[in-house]
């Protein structure tokens, strides 16, 4: 018996539970209908509340900045969020040194998005994204695994960067909490766009 052979002898019982879930994400896959987000395309107007007590537009740039980036994260119950949005807050002041304002999202409630990272966050955090909004940005939406985890659709990680005419930049989504653009390499990416002398368009509008 060859390795494969072994290995896959000792994971019928696994693949039995994979065969049913992938059963299972078929019949909810029946009942979903999600549109990706193009790039170069209007962002949605999302208004939401945000935990510093007033409300934001998630695309529309404040402070003075001329283009937003919105990172969407899944929720309190995420420790890979907590660490991304710390690595996302160390470096607001080099984004905004770019004109660029920045924005987490998620679709927690109040009292979660209240606590998430401690409440120590210098960045806006808006909240209460609905799962309609999830969809119109095109984001993957994970039910969750038990009561424990959340008590709602949540948000699988979303990274958008929009220009100074309202249109999707930069879009970059994700199915799993592991995989995210690393932030450093966005604000290298900005940097390079936002030099005039580059002349840099949108990529990835090919039709």
Known sequence: MTICETTASSNRPVNSRLSS??????????????????????????????VQGSKATLGSPEGGCDWKMVVVYRGKHCPRC????????????QFHDLSVDVLAVSGDPKEKAERQNDGALGIPVAYGLSVEQMQSLGLYISHPRSPEETD????????????????????????APFSRPDLDQVLSGLRFIRDPENNYPVRGTYV
């Open 82 to 93: 907590t660490k991304y949005l710390a690595q996302l807050d160390a470096l607001k002041d």
């Open 21 to 50: 879930s992938v059963a299972k994400n078929q019949r909810i896959q029946e009942n979903m209908s999600t549109t990706k987000l193009a790039a170069g395309s209007s962002f949605p107007e999302i208004l939401l509340p945000l």
């Open 152 to 175: 709602r659709p949540f948000p699988e990680p979303g990274l958008f960067v929009v220009n100074a005419e309202g249109m999707a930049q930069v879009v970059d989504i994700s199915n």
